[in-house]
């Protein structure tokens, strides 16, 4: 078996039902897995909702998770990628003084060369938001830390698979 640990990412096309996220939690919980990032929103189909789950493990142990997700009630489909099979992106939110901004000349060369963007400005602070990869977003995060964070926050991973997924015709014959 393969003992290489691994960052995987799951994705499960579920009914939306109370305490759902709490029992799928548990099973990893149980086995002494980290959830590094939890996305939960609605999917291509109607009425269906997509945890996307990234975790650090072995192939073995995610084959293992995903039976024991996919005994659950309300889940319809469970899968897990590889990195290379799929296309991500998290997204990020920096709150920092406004004065910042117009003083500090390598803030504003920070801000373009990371291509965040600005949301918005006021006299006390501004917003940048940052969308791309998991390194990407910490790196901005040391260089604007440097000059100081008012506040922080970060998504969950979300992400397409490279390949052509059945689940779309699984979806919509469970829609029917």
């Not at 291509?44 to 659950?72: A, C, L």
């Amino acid at each position: 078996m393969d003992k290489e640990i691994k960052s995987f990412t799951v994705s499960i096309y579920t009914e939306n039902n109370i305490g759902l996220l709490n029992r799928i939690s548990a099973i990893f919980q149980r086995r002494h897995i980290n959830i590094e990032s939890i996305n939960s929103s609605f999917s291509e189909i109607e009425g269906v909702s997509r945890f996307t789950i990234v975790v650090n493990m072995t192939e073995s142990q995610i084959k293992k998770i995903i039976g024991q997700i996919e005994k659950q009630v309300e889940v319809i489909k469970a899968y897990y990628h590889t990195d290379e099979e799929i296309i991500y992106q998290e997204s990020c939110l920096f709150k920092i003084k406004s004065d910042l901004l117009f003083e500090e000349r390598q803030i504003q060369n920070i801000i373009k060369e990371s291509n965040a963007k600005i949301v918005t400005v006021n006299k006390e602070f501004f917003v940048l938001e940052k969308s791309g990869r998991k390194n990407e977003i910490e790196l901005l995060y040391r260089e604007l830390s440097a000059f100081g964070i008012m506040q922080f926050t970060r998504s969950g991973r979300i992400a397409v698979t490279k390949e052509e997924m059945k689940i779309t015709e699984m979806l919509a014959a469970f829609n029917n």
